[in-house]
């Protein structure tokens, strides 16, 4: 079994504590929550939205899984630049991120994993290594946007005859066309991973994702695949491409029209593979600079790969954002939700059940905060033929100096079969803990220390081929990226 060396560890811990170099002032949040009467944003010492400790610039978006795609990079104080309440994307902190930008960069990492099971099927310390790479791009002309964020690499474990390697990617894509009162947004959101990425699962577990700052995909629940149960070790497809048109009667008022293809599979079977789609429409009203009402309809239909049950559901919202320039997004929607299940064995009727969907981001100039609730029917997270689930995550950052980025993140999930069989487990649970500790290393290099935690208890035999260990895993580990694009000034 590999073992991380002490004198490598030794070497990193010197690094760390080396006095940073001075650096300029970090470039302003660029304003433009609301297309009426903005405010300034504040001018933070040095803006961090994660733990990547890029000096006085946010986090490249190769950095966030599967996050946002344009959202992340900052925007005009422009009508068109503004994401609508009802569409398909969370509303977002506009970030310090220039607006044409590209960075690529190598991640090396190496930790401790006290989840694996030896041969005599008793839990032990075993080892993993990732090693992978991340882009990031962004390009606008004139009103229009183009945006890519990816991030893969392999995971290498320790003892390797019981673990075999395994191999991530996540891929983020957005366009955004704008015309005097249309926008036509489209983007696709794709992951290929051992596992499902909801505690980051499929790259290394939640003490390397605690160095990304965020834990969720930027997407509305209502247009993204669900898959926070963890399964076994599995190769899993998890895609959403989206189109989305909008269109302005006022500064104030808009309607949007979506629609989405979903694919959540497991290659070579054991799971529930699904396959499905979304359309949705919803009025948009701005009440004052800062407040913004919506009223939404969607429509879901889940079709399962091998199966004759498929799932549909409805669902009706009400949804209130507010938002300070700069400063502060918070957004609520909730309302009835329709779930109509067909052909199952034994038969499952139609159900009335509520949807709720909320977030809240808010900086300060030295430290961020981030979390999400969700709760709503979806297809099963590959392990239920249907359930519905709720999950909740929070991220918080703070700038300890110039150099140095702290992060911790939490998450917890809840999912109930929507058809219940005798003698099989119905719900399951999962929570997670990520904490880095990350410092810059003159231009272009970043370390960090990372701690994680998760654990799945299910409480009676798993309905498909595995679903995880119910042991408490921990990982501890150390790593390393380095980026092409300067992270800042150098020493």
């Known amino acids: 079994m590999k073992k991380i060396s002490i004198?490598?560890?030794?070497?990193?811990?010197?690094?760390?504590?080396?006095?940073?170099?001075?650096s300029q002032?970090?470039?302003?949040?660029?304003?433009?929550?609301?297309?009426?009467?903005?405010?300034?944003?504040?001018?933070?010492?040095?803006?961090?939205?994660?733990?990547?400790?890029?000096?006085?610039?946010?986090?490249?978006?190769?950095?966030?899984?599967?996050?946002?795609g344009e959202a992340d990079a900052?925007?005009?104080?422009?009508?068109?630049?503004?994401?609508?309440?009802?569409g398909a994307e969370q509303l977002m902190v506009p970030g310090a991120q220039p607006r044409n930008y590209f960075d690529a960069s190598g991640l090396f990492s190496g930790s401790g994993d006290s989840g694996v099971i030896n041969a005599q099927d008793a839990p032990t310390w075993g080892a993993s290594e990732v090693v992978g790479g991340e882009l990031a791009y962004n390009r606008s002309w004139g009103t229009d946007r183009f945006s890519l964020a990816y991030f893969g690499g392999g995971v290498l474990y320790q003892p390797s005859a019981l673990y075999p390697a395994?191999?991530?990617?996540?891929?983020?894509?957005?366009?955004?066309?704008?015309?005097k009162r249309l926008t036509l947004r489209l983007l696709d959101q794709f992951s290929y991973s051992p596992n499902s990425l909801f505690?980051?699962?499929?790259?290394?577990?939640?003490?390397?994702?605690?160095?990304?700052?965020?834990?969720?995909?930027?997407?509305?629940?209502?247009?993204?695949?669900?898959?926070?149960?963890?399964?076994?070790?599995?190769?899993?497809?998890?895609?959403?491409?989206?189109?989305?048109?909008?269109?302005?009667?006022?500064?104030?008022?808009?309607?949007?029209a979506t629609g989405s293809a979903m694919l959540l599979d497991y290659v070579g079977g054991g799971y529930n593979s699904t396959h499905g789609y979304v359309g949705g429409a919803g009025y948009n009203y701005m009440i004052t600079a800062k407040d913004t009402v919506a009223v939404t309809y969607s429509f879901t239909q889940n079709e399962y790969i091998g199966l004759a049950e498929n799932l549909s559901f409805q669902q009706v919202n009400l949804a209130y954002a507010r938002q300070v320039s700069g400063r502060l997004v918070f957004q609520i929607s909730a309302g009835p939700e329709l779930i109509a299940p067909h052909d199952y064995t034994p038969s499952v009727g139609s159900s009335l059940s509520w949807s709720l969907a909320t977030s809240v981001q808010y900086r300060l100039q030295r430290t961020t905060f981030g979390a999400n609730y969700s709760r709503g029917a979806n297809a099963?997270?590959?392990?239920?033929?249907?359930?519905?689930?709720?999950?909740?995550?929070?991220?918080?950052?703070?700038?300890?100096?110039?150099?140095?980025?702290g992060v911790v993140n939490v998450g917890y999930s809840l999912s109930n079969g929507l058809a219940n069989e005798p003698g099989v487990s119905n719900q399951y649970h999962n929570w997670f803990t990520g904490l880095s500790l990350g410092r810059q290393l003159g231009r272009f290099a970043h370390v960090s220390f990372n701690y994680g935690a998760e654990q799945q208890p299910g409480s009676g035999v798993c309905p498909v081929t595995s679903c995880g260990t119910g042991l408490v895993v921990q990982t501890v580990g150390v790593s390393l990226d380095l980026h092409l694009h300067p992270l800042g000034p150098g020493e």
């Open 7 to 22: 004198a490598g560890l030794l070497c990193a811990v010197f690094l760390m504590c080396v006095p940073g170099a001075r």
């Open 25 to 68: 002032q970090s470039t302003p949040d660029q304003g433009g929550s609301t297309p009426v009467a903005p405010e300034q944003p504040l001018t933070p010492e040095n803006t961090a939205v994660s733990g990547n400790g890029n000096g006085a610039a946010a986090a490249p978006a190769g950095r966030a899984l599967l996050g946002g």
């Open 74 to 86: 900052s925007q005009d104080s422009t009508e068109t630049d503004q994401l609508p309440l009802s």
């Open 166 to 179: 395994s191999m991530f990617q996540t891929l983020s894509v957005g366009q955004q066309f704008n015309w």
């Open 199 to 256: 505690g980051g699962a499929g790259i290394g577990g939640p003490g390397l994702l605690a160095e990304t700052g965020q834990t969720t995909s930027a997407l509305n629940p209502v247009y993204g695949t669900n898959d926070t149960v963890l399964t076994g070790q599995s190769r899993l497809i998890n895609n959403s491409a989206i189109a989305e048109i909008q269109y302005n009667f006022s500064p104030r008022a808009s309607f949007t």
């Open 380 to 405: 099963g997270s590959g392990v239920f033929v249907g359930a519905t689930s709720q999950y909740v995550d929070a991220t918080a950052s703070h700038e300890f100096s110039r150099f140095l980025v």
